[in-house]
């Protein structure tokens, strides 16, 4: 049976990513090439840039593995707001941490750039594995959805207007909404441990953006053993007020 690793919002944090790789028993070389265990791949479950030291290092070793059928990638909001600077479209909400991405890709090459563009754009919304079991969309699914309003749920959820004590958008809990036979896996909401709500085959979902880029940690689900495997930050590459006791930051 195929086995697959869903790994967390990863924020352009190349060293941290490789840790976990490591321990999962993938292998890398110089150039970022992949190799797999036996009988595994890799699921990225969005918003693989942006925040983080590395940005262009975590899209070269995700595009290189998903080239090579090695690994799938799910588009997250910051993917599709890199994608489309990237490419001189309209930009959503830009951001200082955009801008913090396009400084650290001034030295690619224009085709890497162009490459980068279309693979964070044509990435899909969702992923649906293992003929049906698991899906994969990195804010979460709503199945009353359909087309392309179900598709920028699955990238983008749903915000209200107000923070939570720590300053985050309050996000609509779309995982009290579902009740199907499948397991949802997420991230873009950053929680300190992974959040698993409902029962196998009973509204089961795994919320595992454990905030590496906030000095939390980087975490893959492996299914189908809904086993936890998890690297701590190396520090926090930015600020957060829920992850202050985590990553030691004051």
């Known amino acids: 049976m195929q086995g697959f690793d869903v790994i967390g919002d990863v924020h352009g944090c190349l060293p941290e990513l490789l840790a976990l790789l490591r321990r999962l028993g993938y292998g890398t070389d110089e150039e970022l090439n992949l190799t797999l265990p036996l009988g595994r791949q890799l699921i990225l479950v969005g918003d693989l840039v942006d925040r983080g030291p590395d940005t262009p290092g975590v899209l070269k070793l995700v595009m290189k593995a998903v080239?090579?059928?090695?690994?799938?990638?799910?588009?997250?909001?910051?993917?599709?707001?890199?994608?489309?600077?990237?490419?001189?479209?309209?930009?959503?909400?830009?951001?200082?941490?955009?801008?913090?991405?396009?400084?650290?890709?001034?030295?690619?090459?224009?085709?890497?750039r162009r490459r980068a563009a279309a693979f964070l754009l044509d990435s899909p919304p969702q992923?649906?594995?293992?003929?049906?079991?698991?899906?994969?969309?990195?804010?979460?699914?709503?199945?009353?959805?359909?087309?392309?309003?179900r598709g920028e749920y699955n990238v983008h959820g749903h915000d209200f207007e107000e923070r939570d004590a720590y300053g985050h958008p309050v996000r609509e809990d779309w995982a009290a909404l579902h009740t199907g036979p499948h397991l949802i896996v997420s991230g873009h909401?950053?929680?300190?441990?992974?959040?698993?709500?409902?029962?196998?085959?009973?509204?089961?979902?795994?919320?595992i953006d454990t905030g590496c880029v906030y000095g939390g940690s980087l975490t893959a689900l492996r299914y189908p053993e809904r086993q936890l495997v998890s690297v701590r930050a190396a520090r926090a590459y930015m600020p957060s007020r829920l992850f202050e006791e985590v990553s030691g930051v004051r």
């Open 189 to 207: 909401t950053p929680v300190r441990r992974p959040q698993q709500r409902g029962q196998v085959a009973a509204g089961e979902s795994w919320n």
């Open 127 to 149: 992923l649906t594995l293992d003929e049906g079991r698991l899906l994969v969309a990195h804010a979460g699914d709503r199945a009353d959805l359909a087309g392309s309003e």
């Open 67 to 112: 080239a090579a059928g090695q690994a799938l990638a799910v588009r997250g909001n910051h993917d599709e707001r890199l994608g489309h600077a990237l490419s001189g479209g309209h930009v959503r909400k830009p951001t200082a941490n955009l801008e913090s991405s396009l400084k650290q890709l001034v030295t690619a090459s224009p085709t890497f």
